[in-house]
C-alpha cells in the first residue's frame, strides 16, 4: 500500500508564495513519477506539474509555467511544489499524486492519491 500526505497549504494575498509537501511512504519506487493536480469548487480536476522520480525531467501546465516549481527529495520519498507569484485564480484544493500507468496528463492514470490540501488565494 501507498500512501501520499500533503501539507503546506493556506491563505495567502495574491502575489505570495506558498510551499506544497507531498510525502510518500509505503511501496512506491524511488523513480516513480509524482504530479500535482488541482481541483477549483465546480470545475473538473487539472494538471498542474510532474516530475520524473530522479528529478531529471518536470512538465508544468501553461497556467503556472515561470510561477511554481516541482522538486522531489528521494531520501525523503518527498516532492515538493513552490508555488510563486500567487493569483485568484490558484486557488483550489491541491492533490499530489504518483505512479501514471500511461498520460501524466491524465488524472485518471494516476495509481495513488493523497488526500488534498487547500490553497487559497486572495485578491
Known amino acids: 500500500q501507498v500512501q501520499l500526505v500533503e501539507s503546506g497549504g493556506g491563505l495567502v494575498q495574491a502575489g505570495g508564495s506558498l510551499r506544497l509537501s507531498c510525502a510518500a511512504s509505503?511501496?512506491?519506487?524511488?523513480?516513480?513519477?509524482m504530479g500535482w493536480f488541482r481541483q477549483a469548487p465546480g470545475k473538473e480536476r487539472e494538471f498542474v506539474a510532474v516530475i520524473s522520480g530522479n528529478g531529471g525531467f518536470t512538465y508544468y501546465a501553461d497556467s503556472v509555467k515561470g510561477r511554481f516549481t516541482i522538486s522531489i527529495d528521494n531520501a525523503k520519498k518527498t516532492v515538493y511544489l513552490q508555488m510563486n507569484s500567487l493569483k485568484p485564480e490558484d486557488t483550489a484544493v491541491y492533490y499530489c499524486a504518483a505512479d501514471p500507468d500511461g498520460s501524466y496528463l491524465r488524472d485518471s492514470d494516476y495509481n495513488y492519491w493523497g488526500q488534498g490540501t487547500q490553497v487559497t488565494v486572495s485578491s
Open positions: 509505503g511501496r512506491i519506487e524511488y523513480n516513480y513519477p
